[in-house]
């Protein structure tokens, strides 16, 4: 997430200008410089390649060469990474030589075990043995620690370098200005070059699968309120749907984690009732930080699902078994046995195969439920593509403006490619006209190698990239196998059933840069109001508390627990970075 304190205001005024351009500027200047590539429609693989790249892929010559050489004299970086168990060796790696041959820049590794990434870099910080390039530490350097080093001096700001020296990511704000929203601190500047990685049906995720054969065999129709969609559980409890004579249909389960012990019920059906993102927090008219589980639809969504489980409509072993649990009832042999369930995709739910006719193709989703007032939303994550911290510049790096315009190469199209898949025309090809993408449309790209195992041709997800919607759908696939192959399923389940439903992007609360003593506030208030919420949650839905009853009492426990505070240190940290 993101945000800073008050303690910062004194220095939003000078810190953009001194620093750098303010994110709309810098949106409006990427927009004059860039190729507006949304909203085009694709012809031919040809003109989908161009969205991508200015040059002319198919001319004589390689069309990446503008982007070098980053440097006419050798420079040389010394890079901290975290180990792969997807890649051999990085000193040998085909793709480390190639860019090296390319850009003029030598890269001096510091590989450290993925298990000591925060050790490692808490030692560098600490130690002041810094690289000059931390690159792929997105999970261990959150925005909170982006702010806090670069307020310290210890990572620098980019705002000016990107401006002068980022052509490629100038043109991929152009498509996708949110990006800037999420790489901002609060004090206005830029820490870190990000990833971009748009995964459609990852950013509407809530989905809920049902048996399509057991719609035919009990002439029931695709439900579209909670009243219909509990009298299809009702049918498959009752009328033996999978004809075995037995009552061991389930027709509602689910599983638990450590992170979500009352089950995956929160990622799908409370939002028939209330607005209830994963974070369990949202922009209520796009403004206000507001608590799902504290509101009164979280009440009536708690209340139904009680009603559900008393009518054994859930059975008590969705809130015990594991992820491992539920793969063994959607695989078993004998018969078919699960109805519905809430998750990504199906394979959380039984084991996928490519071969036609396998089980998991028969699930299909169902669209957001109405709401009592008739409306349908799904949760919307517009900030899901972004990798804020995916390469960050230290103020041991003696030539930044050259290690910009080598970071900026990775956002042409041709260098994700060769950095993510490897060598062109041996572990992927341009597509041929004829070639179809997930989408449908005509295809960008073929991969001619699995990613399966450990290998030494790239970089896998290590650099930056530029991953769009447009790319990932462009993937060439067959279309023999739309039906039984996982992303063209998942791109039209999504398009078809959930896109039309998405939340309003306003709703999502941006990455947010927090203040050290800001974060640890969060951090203590979020463990204990999240077990809390949680447990309620179980309690409700089986019974052994009524929510109706003890509602008011839940509020007011959420509010001894710090609620407030915890949503004010949100609300005040997205007003400020609202200002700057």
Request: a negative charge; aromatic letters at 10%; one cysteine or more.
């Amino acid at each position: 997430m993101t945000s800073d304190s008050q303690e910062l205001t004194s220095n939003q005024a000078e810190s953009p200008a001194s620093h750098g351009i303010s994110r709309r500027t810098f949106a409006a200047t990427a927009a004059a410089a860039g190729v507006a590539a949304a909203g085009v429609q694709a012809a031919s693989a040809a003109d989908r390649r161009g969205l991508f790249d200015r040059a002319q892929i198919g001319t004589p010559g390689e069309p990446i060469d503008y982007l070098f050489p980053v440097t006419e004299e050798k420079v040389t970086f010394r890079i901290l990474v975290p180990s792969s168990t997807q890649i051999e060796d990085f000193e040998t790696n085909d793709f480390t030589l190639w860019m090296e041959e390319k850009s003029n820049v030598h890269v001096e590794w510091e590989v450290v075990p993925q298990e000591e990434m925060q050790t490692s870099l808490n030692v560098r910080l600490a130690g002041g043995d810094l690289p000059d390039i931390i690159m792929n530490f997105t999970g261990t350097i959150t925005p909170a620690l982006l702010q806090l080093y670069g307020s310290q001096g210890l990572f620098i700001p980019l705002n000016d370098l990107i401006e002068e020296h980022a052509t490629e990511f100038k043109r991929v704000v152009n498509e996708y200005p949110l990006i800037m929203e999420a790489i901002t601190a609060t004090d206005g500047n830029i820490y870190s070059i990000p990833e971009l990685n748009d995964c459609f049906h990852c950013s509407l995720p809530a989905k809920l699968w049902v048996y399509k054969p057991w719609l035919e065999k009990l002439g029931k129709e695709i439900p579209t309120t909670p009243e219909e969609y509990a009298d299809l559980l009702r049918a498959i409890r009752d009328e033996d749907p999978n004809g075995n004579g037995k009552q061991d249909e389930v027709p509602l389960t689910t599983w638990v984690t450590t992170t979500a012990p009352a089950g995956q019920f929160p990622n799908y059906t409370m939002n028939v009732f209330q607005y209830a993102p994963n974070e369990r927090l949202y922009l209520k008219d796009g403004t206000t930080v507001t608590a799902s589980f504290a509101e009164s639809g979280w009440r009536d969504a708690l209340a139904y699902y009680a009603g559900l489980y008393q009518e054994g409509l859930i059975p008590p072993q969705s809130f015990t078994q594991d992820a491992t649990g539920i793969l063994q009832m959607g695989n078993n042999t004998d018969d078919v046995l699960i109805g519905t369930a809430p998750a990504l995709y199906p394979g959380q739910l039984m084991d996928i195969d490519s071969i036609e006719g396998g089980r998991w193709t028969d699930y299909i989703a169902i669209p957001p439920l109405k709401n009592p007032d008739g409306t349908q939303y799904t949760p919307y994550y517009p900030y899901q593509p972004f990798q804020i911290s995916k390469l960050v510049i230290t103020s041991a790096c003696k030539n930044p403006e050259v290690a910009v315009k080598w970071a900026d190469t990775f956002f042409n199209l041709e260098m994700t490619m060769r950095s993510q898949e490897g060598n062109l025309d041996e572990q992927w090809r341009w597509a041929t006209e004829d070639e179809v993408g997930i989408d449908g449309q005509p295809a960008i790209w073929k991969r001619l190698v699995s990613w399966d195992g450990s290998q030494n041709f790239c970089w896998r997800q290590h650099a930056p990239s530029y991953r769009s919607n447009t790319f990932r759908l462009g993937e060439a696939t067959d279309p023999a196998d739309a039906d039984h192959s996982l992303e063209p399923i998942l791109y039209r389940e999504t398009k078809n059933n959930y896109e039309p439903y998405k939340a309003p992007a306003e709703w999502a609360i941006p990455p947010l840069f927090f203040t050290p003593e800001d974060s640890e506030t969060i951090a203590d208030a979020k463990s204990t109001i999240d077990a809390y919420v949680n447990e309620t949650m179980a309690l409700a839905i089986t019974g052994q508390l009524d929510i109706n009853a003890e509602w008011e009492n839940y509020l007011s426990t959420l509010e001894a627990m710090g609620l407030p505070g915890y949503l004010e240190v949100y609300q005040r940290t997205f007003d400020l970075r609202s200002k700057s």
